[in-house]
Structures are given as C-alpha cells and as structure tokens.
C-alpha cells in the first residue's frame, strides 16, 4: 500500500496510544481524546469521548472527521479492573459500537486493542474463571466488544497484548501499570508470600512490540486478523521474575528474602483474608491474574513468531525487557 493513510486513534492519552504516537511510522495518526492535548501528537486533537453520540462532535464535524479517516485504531477502553459490569458497559461495549458506526460512516477499517485475557473466557479454558476475578468483568467487556466487531461486517483487526511493560530498549512508558505497581510492591519486601498457580508463565510484552505490529499491518493495508501480542511458552517463569524483582531491589540496597510461592487453589481463603488491606489487596490481585492465565491453559496462546516474520518486530529477550522497565520505573515512576 503506497498512499499514506490517515487514522484516528482512539484511547490517544493512554498507554497504548502514547506509544503508538512515540513509534515512526508512515501514517498520519490523528489523535482523538477527551483531553484538548495530547503529547507527542503530532495533529490536532480530536476532541472524542466514545461514551457520547458521534463522539459528542456536531453533525458537521462528524461527517467531515469520517470523510477524511482511511483506518481507526480503537484504543480507548475503560482498564481499570475490579469495577461492577455496568461500568465498563458504556466504554467497552456501547464505545465500541459507536466506533463501528463511524468506521461504516468513514468506509474505515478498525484495528481494535482487545486483551489476551480473553483467553481465560474461551469455550477450551480449563478450568472456568470464577465470578468473582477482579478481571472478569473488564476481560467480559472486552469480549463483548470483540463480538461486535466481529458481527458488524466491518474489516477488523484484533490484538489480544498481554500485560504491557516499557519500551523495550529504554523502559519507557507514559504511566506506570499493574506490572510495575506490582513489582514495585514486592521490590519493598511487602509480600510474605505469592499466592500463584504452578507453572503458569509471566508473559510481559513491551508496549513498542504491539505499536510496531499495529503500524506495520496499517501500512500494508492488512486490516484482518486476530493477533494474540504474548510472548506463549517463550514467557518467563514465576521464579525467574521473582528473581528480576529480588536482583534490582538488591542494586538499590534492598536485600529481600524470596517469599515462599504457594499454590492458589490451594490457598484456605482466610490466608489471605487475614492480611493487612493493602497486603491482602496486592495478593488478592496476583491471585487473580494468576487465575486468568491458569484458565487460558497456564501458557498464554500467541502470535508472536507470525508477528515476528510478518511485521519484521525484533526478537526481544522478555527478562531483560522487564528488568529495563523496572530500572526505568525505579527512576521515573516511584
Ligand atoms: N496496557 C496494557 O497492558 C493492555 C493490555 C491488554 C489490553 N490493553 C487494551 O489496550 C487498550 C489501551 O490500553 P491502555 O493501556 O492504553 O489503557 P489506559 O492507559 O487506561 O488508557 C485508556 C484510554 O482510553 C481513554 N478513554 C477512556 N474512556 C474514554 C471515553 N469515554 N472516551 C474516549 N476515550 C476514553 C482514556 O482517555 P482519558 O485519558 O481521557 O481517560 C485513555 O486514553 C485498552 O482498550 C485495553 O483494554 C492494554
């Protein structure tokens, strides 16, 4: 595809978005937010809350934003977890419907950023996730999202990434997430223990790994697929990214003993009921994400080696990425 193609980015302040607008590339992003400005944009911002009809944009300027979009990138989502279902509905699912319309409207593809957590929903899961996952709401959304898509009739591409760390040569990221709040959190010596499901994988993507993919099937005009942006059996496991944690916390002069880990299903609910709350907090949501992937097969499924060839992304050493996202979060974020 020669002709460079202009697209409206949802979700532009977000992690995912600030990282697209960081990665060149050979398309004209249009960054569209509910903020007036977005850095490293390098177009006006498109004022755009995906909860409201045509955006909350007026007729004119909604017809004349869809005459000029070639592609959308849907980013925006509600990410936080542990909400009720009828938060995320509005966002999640009625967002990604108006999405639809306005890429009907614009003629416009949709690459849509779903979560590989979706997974842990597959009709294959293992074992079923229960209720109660701080996830399962957030991971239902993003599902019901996927199935609009997939039932509009509109060219679209799915991206399931896993949990995003830093870039992967600085550890760059615009705001610090689960992955880094978490390891920051056991780096202070806080967990007496890790509540985990043996053998499951800590599969860490570096947010660059989806930007780069993105871009490089815009540009070439692939608009169909289902990529699943993991790292599968190629991810670390639980003892070595302990051991990443206790290694950095050591170069700051944090001498941590390793907390024992302990099996998940096994766990009397009362071991971590009876915790302190911000303890029982941080353990309840390893718990948890631990259970997705356990539900998704302990090893999360993946595209990465098609992904590799495809779109050229560089072949990235996971345990390294993560000790460089922690460094950078150690130096930035804290
Ligand atoms: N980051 C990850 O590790 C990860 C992993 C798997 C999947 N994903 C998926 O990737 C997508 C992007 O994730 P992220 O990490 O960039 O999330 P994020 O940092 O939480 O950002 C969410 C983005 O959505 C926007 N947004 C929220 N409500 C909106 C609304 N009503 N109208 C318009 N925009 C709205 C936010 O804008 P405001 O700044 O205005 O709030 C922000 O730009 C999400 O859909 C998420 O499900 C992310």
């Given at each position: 595809m020669s002709a460079r193609r202009t697209v409206l980015l949802t979700g532009a302040t977000g992690v995912v978005g600030r990282s697209l607008l960081r990665e060149p590339g050979a398309v004209r992003l249009l960054p569209a937010a509910r903020a007036a400005t977005v850095p490293d944009a390098g177009e006006p911002v498109v004022r755009c809350d995906v909860t409201r009809e045509r955006f909350g944009l007026d007729a004119d300027a909604y017809a004349e934003l869809a005459a000029r979009v070639d592609v959308v990138i849907h980013s925006a989502g509600l990410?936080?977890?542990?909400?009720?279902?009828?938060?995320?509905?509005?966002?999640?699912?009625?967002?990604?419907?108006?999405?639809?319309?306005?890429?009907?409207?614009?003629?416009?593809?949709?690459?849509?950023?779903?979560?590989?957590?979706?997974?842990?929903?597959?009709?294959?899961?293992?074992?079923?996730?229960?209720?109660?996952?701080?996830?399962?709401n957030y991971i239902t959304?993003?599902?019901?999202?996927?199935?609009?898509?997939?039932?509009?009739?509109?060219?679209?591409?799915?991206?399931?990434?896993?949990?995003?760390?830093?870039?992967?040569?600085?550890?760059?990221?615009?705001?610090?997430?689960?992955v880094q709040q978490m390891s920051d959190w056991l780096g202070r010596g806080r967990a007496p223990f890790l509540p985990v499901h043996p053998g499951i994988r800590m599969d860490f993507v570096p947010q660059d790994l989806l930007s780069k993919a993105v871009l490089r099937a815009i540009e070439r005009g692939d608009d169909e697929g289902e990529w699943w942006v993991t790292l599968g059996?190629?991810?670390?496991?639980?003892?070595?990214?302990?051991?990443?944690?206790?290694?950095?916390?050591?170069?700051?002069?944090?001498?941590?003993?390793?907390p024992p880990l302990l099996d998940a299903d096994g766990l009397a609910p009362e071991t971590?009921?009876?915790?302190?709350?911000?303890?029982?907090?941080?353990?309840?949501?390893?718990?948890?994400?631990?259970?997705?992937?356990?539900?998704?097969?302990?090893v999360l499924p993946t595209s990465m080696p098609e992904l590799r060839d495809r779109y050229g992304l560089p072949a990235v050493d996971d345990t390294a990425a993560y000790a460089t996202t922690l460094a950078y979060a150690a130096r930035h974020l804290a």
């Open positions: 990410t936080e977890w542990g909400l009720p279902a009828e938060r995320y509905a509005p966002v999640n699912v009625e967002g990604t419907r108006r999405v639809i319309e306005f890429a009907r409207e614009a003629g416009a593809p949709v690459h849509f950023m779903s979560t590989a957590f979706v997974a842990a929903l597959a009709d294959t899961a293992p074992v079923p996730l229960r209720a109660e996952n701080v996830c399962r959304s993003k599902y019901a999202a996927e199935e609009l898509l997939r039932s509009s009739g509109i060219p679209h591409a799915i991206y399931r990434p896993t949990n995003l760390i830093g870039d992967s040569v600085t550890g760059w990221t615009s705001h610090p997430q689960i059996p190629e991810a670390m496991d639980v003892e070595t990214c302990v051991g990443i944690v206790v290694k950095q916390a050591a170069e700051r002069g944090r001498h941590l003993t390793v971590i009921a009876e915790q302190p709350p911000m303890t029982r907090s941080y353990l309840s949501v390893l718990r948890d994400v631990s259970e997705v992937t356990r539900c998704s097969g302990g």
